[in-house]
C-alpha cells in the first residue's frame, strides 16, 4: 500500500486553504505551505494538516 500525500502552497488563505479543508475532509494526508505561521497554525488546527513554513 503506497500512502498519498498531498502538499498545498499558499495555504494559509484563499483557495490555497480551502483546497487544505477540502482535501482534509476527505480523508486525504495534507502538508500545508506558507510563508507566516500565524495563520498557518489556525489551518493546521482546524484541519490536522501538517505545518510547514515556507518561502518558496
Known sequence: MT???AVV????RGIGRALVER???R???????AR???DLADVAA????L???LDV
Open 36 to 38: 507566516s505561521s500565524g
Open 51 to 53: 505545518p510547514y513554513v
Open 46 to 49: 482546524q484541519t490536522g494538516a
Open 3 to 5: 500512502t498519498q500525500i
Open 23 to 25: 482535501l482534509r475532509q
Open 9 to 12: 502552497t499558499g495555504a494559509s
Open 27 to 33: 480523508g486525504q494526508a495534507v502538508v500545508a505551505l
